[in-house]
């Protein structure tokens, strides 16, 4: 049995965590008062009132007035509430996948304020890759004007195994990477000289969802990636489930009907070469090969989206999201999470969806109102990097409170002294 003893709480760890609630709590409910704060967040009236006028004090949330859009919205709220400072602070991201090698910059409350798309970048050396990143996020950070003293930190969302305690990689079949003992993080580091976020893209999405997106507050759900391949990121009880080292989610190789592919994995019968983009491009003729091709991944990716463009794939696309069905029914049986979300840019095609959720009722009578709701994910995993820095570095106990504070401080002092 474990015994969650307090004892290495202190008052500053404390003050921390509640400083967190009190801005996570504002950030999904603009508008709020200090004494819905206090009663949602269960502190006591003062308490709450010390902790706004610090973050006020620092910049970071700002008191919405009646004439405000934001008071607008919630008729009923008290006149004058309680709001994130758009741009108070800022997180930034980098994207790799096959997809998007992208870094782009968000404000506090999840906008994305400014992308670029890097072209041949050379994955071949983590090392290079990484530096690569950086400077492009490091121009990207000067062209956008964001002042980066007001920057919570870097999250990087990526196709591959991490363990995000360390900050490592510890294994991309995708990239072919492995062990690479934090040497991603630190080049960004030494480049940016920020915190730095790193997750797999399946578990950053799930994040981003959960927090800005189509899972907002929703407490158990699992997030499904279908692009060439299938992951998945578990919500239980707002806490991502990892699984022993780090590997939960691999729902691409679940067991489906046999194809003539062969997956990463050395099998014929996985989920990964029947409901998701190397199967489609392999029945669309596309393929003169069997054997998934590392080397190939900038090729599937691009024929996939042409093909969601052609209406003739439509056919083999909604077949794919039929082969997805049994496992989610299988998933909903085990996990009894409220809501499914097909993410990715075959998971979130209209066609894709509809044929998941078609076969779903009729194959396995899947009734949402008794089950889990299927939805549509609303994030692109460029935004999710940045939102994963956001979710970390911002809306936790890890906010550096004291630096924002003084550059709220200095800034303040050049403005009146
Ligand atoms: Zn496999």
């Known amino acids: 049995m474990v015994i969650n003893s307090n004892s290495s709480a202190t008052p500053a760890s404390l003050r921390k965590t509640h ?3 009190i801005l996570s709590r504002i950030q999904s409910e603009p508008g709020i008062s200090r004494a819905e704060l206090a009663r949602m967040c269960g502190f006591s009236e003062m308490a709450a009132t010390r902790i706004v006028r610090e973050l ?3 910049n970071i949330i700002e008191e919405s007035n009646a004439k405000g859009k934001a008071a607008k919205k919630h008729i009923g709220r008290p006149k004058t509430g309680l709001r994130i400072r758009k741009d108070g602070l800022f997180a930034v991201g980098i994207t790799v996948s096959a997809y998007h090698s992208e870094v782009s910059i968000c404000d506090a409350d999840g906008r994305l304020c400014a992308s670029d798309r890097l072209e041949n970048v050379s994955l071949d050396s983590v090392s290079e890759a990484a530096q690569f990143y950086a400077k492009a996020l490091r121009d990207l950070i000067v062209s956008s004007g964001v002042n980066v003293d007001l920057i919570v930190g ?8 991490t363990a995000p305690e360390r900050g490592e990689i510890v ?3 995708y990239f072919g990477w492995a062990n690479d003992q ?3 993080c630190r080049e960004i580091q030494q480049i940016i000289h920020l915190p730095v976020e790193i997750e797999n893209i399946s578990n950053a999405l799930a994040i981003a969802e959960m927090r800005f997106g189509a899972a907002r507050d929703v407490a158990d759900f699992t997030l499904i990636h279908v692009a060439t391949f299938v992951g998945a ?4 009880g707002h806490r991502l489930v990892r699984g022993d080292t780090n590997v939960s989610g691999r729902l691409g190789h679940f067991r489906s009907d046999e194809r003539p592919l062969i997956c990463t994995c050395g099998r014929r019968d996985c989920l990964n070469l029947s409901a998701a983009g190397f199967g489609i491009l392999s029945r669309m003729g596309q393929l003169d090969h069997l054997t998934f091709d590392t080397s ?3 090729f599937y990716a691009d024929s996939l989206l042409a093909a969601l463009e052609d209406e003739t794939a439509a056919d083999l696309v909604a077949e794919a999201g039929a082969q997805l069905a049994p496992a989610l029914d299988c998933i909903g049986n085990l996990l009894r999470p409220t809501m499914i979300v097909l993410s990715g840019y075959l998971g979130a095609n209209k066609d894709y969806y509809r044929s998941v959720k078609t076969t779903l009722a009729t194959q396995f009578d899947h009734n949402p109102k008794t089950s889990f709701r299927l939805v549509r994910g609303t994030i692109s995993s460029v935004e999710a990097a940045a939102l994963l820095a956001l979710h970390s570095l911002c809306y936790s106990d890890r906010l550096d409170y004291d630096r924002f504070a003084r550059v709220a401080e200095q800034s303040q002092g050049e403005t009146y002294g």
């Open 56 to 58: 006020l004090t620092a």
């Open 19 to 21: 400083r967190g609630m």
């Open 171 to 173: 294994a991309s079949e």
């Open 296 to 298: 190939k991944l900038t």
């Open 182 to 184: 934090g040497q991603f």
């Open 154 to 161: 870097v999250g990087v969302a990526l196709s591959a195994i």
């Open 233 to 236: 990121g578990i919500v239980s």
